[in-house]
Each structure stands twice: as C-alpha cells, then as structure tokens.
C-alpha cells in the first residue's frame, strides 16, 4: 500500500532553515507528481510546492525564492529546502502524491 513518511521538522529561528523529507513506498514512485502542503493553525490545508514526474517544479508565491522542492527517484524520497524562514510558515507539513495520499505530517515551528 501507498506509505509516506514525513521527517525533518522542528524548531527553527526566524531566518533559518530546514530540510524536510519524505519516505515513499508502495508505488512506482518516479512516475508520480509529488507535492508538499502544510497546515497552520486555525487555516486550510494549502500547497507549498509540487514537482511533477519530469521534475518541473511549482512553489506558492509565499514560498518562491525561498523553498526549493526536489526528488531522488533511487531513494523514493522527496525533500523541500526550505530557507529564510519566518514565523508564518509556522505550520504542519505534509507530502502527498496526488493530493490523494497524505503522510502524517511533520510539525515546522520558527520562533525566536
């Protein structure tokens, strides 16, 4: 069956960075789109980023310039660099292919 795994998430300061990933199994990973969305308190899920099987690439316009998402087809892993970070990307993180499976989440807290 599908399995994500999400890890990597944590504290961070204001400015900081993470590099968050995600485990895939059950599927042929490589020919799936792989997006990461997050959750913050009281708000909707929304998508961060998503690369596609040819690994093209869409960020929010929250995160451009600051998050780069990418993928390792020989380890079924897909990971999002994220930089510069600030108090609203406070929030849980999520992997998911297709938007139809979902990991449980890692939680990204930036705090000073």
């Known amino acids: 069956q599908v399995q994500l795994v999400e890890s990597g998430g944590g504290l961070v300061q204001p400015g900081g960075s993470l590099r968050l990933s995600c485990a895939a199994s059950?599927?042929?990973?490589?020919?799936?789109?792989m997006s990461w969305y997050r959750q913050a308190p009281g708000k909707e899920r929304e998508l961060v980023a998503s690369i596609s099987a040819g690994g093209g690439k869409t960020y929010a316009d929250s995160v451009k310039g600051r998050f780069t998402i990418s993928r390792d087809n020989a380890k079924n892993t897909l990971y999002l660099q994220m930089n510069s970070l600030k108090p609203e990307d406070t929030a849980v993180y999520y992997c998911?292919?297709?938007?139809?499976?979902w990991g449980q989440g890692t939680q990204v807290t930036v705090s000073s």
């Open positions: 059950g599927f042929i990973y490589s020919q799936y789109r």
């Open positions: 998911s292919r297709q938007g139809l499976y």
